[in-house]
């Protein structure tokens, strides 16, 4: 069995701060991690993915995360927020011995950038 | 890109109906998908498909059902609507191919109200 847990539904940050969005993954197998973006009336885009490899992950828009194994976590960071970072994120897993149609959703963070 | 097309986005129905969401994806991906997705819960998978006349239950099928007729196109049907089927629904297409790390392209989803 598997799950994701994001641990702050709404984080709040000012221009030009760091951003720290985390997560918390339970899974029987190695899992494959992702996160994802939804802006506004659209649908998700993929920010980037783990898959095994190495365990920092640099993504789109200079966000990257840091797959822990033994913390079981995969936290979403950015050095320095954008307004156009405004959005709500989520954290997935999907196992790697199983099929796709197993990916778990986190409930999501709502990103909210202020000038 | 990859372009993933949901032909309404919003669409206002009365109980009892039935219901057609459609999509379209235009890269020949094998995998397509219905999530819906509700404030808190992230997304949840209602049927997924891997293949023209394939279809796999996902974690919340009741109420619903699909079909695959033609490679680009996979609809969601829902045979008789109900308020609680309010929520918005995002279709998602992937290549079979690295099964389980192949991210998704999403649409920008539809916004169903049952009134």
């Known amino acids: 069995a598997q799950s994701v847990t994001q641990l702050d539904s709404h984080v709040s940050v000012s221009e030009g701060t760091p951003v720290l969005l985390r997560c918390n993954y339970s899974?029987?197998?190695?899992?494959?991690l992702f996160w994802y973006v939804q802006h506004p009336n659209k649908g998700l885009q993929l920010l980037l993915k783990?898959?095994?490899?190495?365990?920092l992950v640099k993504g789109i828009n200079g966000f990257e995360a840091e797959f822990k194994k033994s913390e079981t976590s995969f936290h979403l960071t950015k050095p320095s927020a954008h307004m156009s970072d405004a959005a709500e994120y989520f954290c997935?897993?999907?196992?790697?011995?199983?099929?796709?149609?197993?990916?778990?959703f986190g409930a999501g963070t709502q990103v909210v950038v202020t000038p | 890109d990859v372009k993933v097309t949901q032909s309404s986005r919003y669409l206002v129905k009365r109980t009892g109906e039935k219901v057609f969401l459609e999509c379209v994806q235009d890269m020949d991906h094998e995998n397509m998908f219905w999530y819906r997705q509700d404030p808190g819960l992230g997304l949840r998978l209602i049927y997924f498909s891997y293949d023209v006349k394939m279809k796999e239950k996902g974690d919340i099928p009741e109420g619903y059902s699909v079909s695959r007729e033609k490679k680009e196109r996979f609809s969601l049907i829902l045979e008789s609507a109900s308020t609680n089927q309010t929520s918005m629904y995002l279709c998602?297409?992937?290549?079979?191919?690295?099964?389980?790390?192949?991210?998704?392209?999403f649409g920008n989803g539809t916004r169903l109200t049952v009134t």
């Open positions: 899974s029987s197998y190695s899992p494959s």
């Open positions: 998602a297409s992937s290549f079979l191919t690295s099964s389980y790390n192949s991210p998704l392209h």
């Open positions: 997935v897993v999907s196992p790697t011995t199983d099929s796709w149609g197993k990916l778990q």
């Open positions: 783990y898959t095994s490899a190495a365990t």
